[in-house]
T-cell receptor, first 111, second 110 residues
Framework: DADVTQTPRNRITKTGKRIMLECSQT?????MYWYRQDPGLGLRLIYY???????NKGEISDGYSVSRQAQAKFSLSLESAIPNQTALYFC??????????FGSGTRLTVV | RKEVEQDPGPFNVPEGATVAFNCTYS??????FFWYRQDCRKEPKLLMS???SGNEDGRFTAQLNRASQYISLLIRDSKLSDSATYLC???????????FGAGTRLAVHP
């Protein structure tokens, strides 16, 4: 099993729908992150969490929310999806600033 | 201005060539520096950390210039399998999170 598992791998959804992307990890790390990647823009941080009770906004949190249900799980929600949220989404974990481990990504298309 | 800037490339080089990428960062308080590799449609993976004294891992050499706020990656004897996008990554000063550059694409051809 992968250290960081993201589901679904691919998703097509309609504008206005609520969608949740899930991430689970077996690394035992406290820190978890959600990034989105767009061509030419690199990875941009959406939200991050350093502990189960800790939630922090990243640089592009508008239109997203997260839930850290347990140390191993960090889910990302789009309350009302819009087309410009079409992107590749990555979850990552780390023990500290060294060596993020990424999931395989979720390719989301909003039509 | 972006916190981390890289030349997007692509760098098209023949097998066996030496190629170098540079990256500049804007936050002088940054303390941790990395190069990640990302294959097409795959997740980024840590290639190497970058230390003040410079470091080498096989064919890969990373250098840090704090005064000029840039980081470099040198790849010697390029292989076809080196074809990928190389991401320059810097921690955001005191905020304990990493900022990723948009990446430099390398294409190694026979």
């Amino acid at each position: 099993d992968a250290d960081v598992t993201q589901t679904p791998r691919n998703r097509i959804t309609k504008t206005g729908k609520r969608i949740m992307l899930e991430c689970s990890q077996t690394k035992g790390h406290d820190r978890m992150y959600w990034y989105r990647q767009d061509p030419g823009l690199g990875l941009r941080l959406i939200y991050y969490s350093f502990d189960v009770k800790d939630i922090n906004k990243g640089e592009i949190s508008d239109g997203y929310s997260v839930s850290r249900q347990a140390q191993a799980k960090f889910s990302l929600s789009l309350e009302s999806a819009i087309p410009n949220q079409t992107a590749l989404y990555f979850c990552a974990t780390s023990e500290d600033n060294y060596g993020y481990t990424f999931g395989s990504g979720t390719r989301l298309t909003v039509v | 201005r972006k916190e981390v800037e890289q030349d997007p490339g692509p760098f098209n080089v023949p097998e066996g060539a030496t190629v170098a990428f540079n990256c500049t960062y804007s936050n002088s308080a940054s303390q941790s520096f990395f190069w990640y590799r990302q294959d097409c449609r795959k997740e980024p993976k840590l290639l190497m950390s970058v230390y003040s004294s410079g470091n080498e891992d096989g064919r890969f050499t990373a250098q840090l210039n704090r005064a000029s706020q840039y980081i470099s990656l040198l790849i010697r004897d390029s292989k076809l399998s080196d074809s990928a996008t190389y991401l320059c990554v810097v921690n955001s000063g005191g905020y304990n999170k990493l900022i990723f550059g948009a990446g430099t694409r390398l294409a190694v051809h026979p």
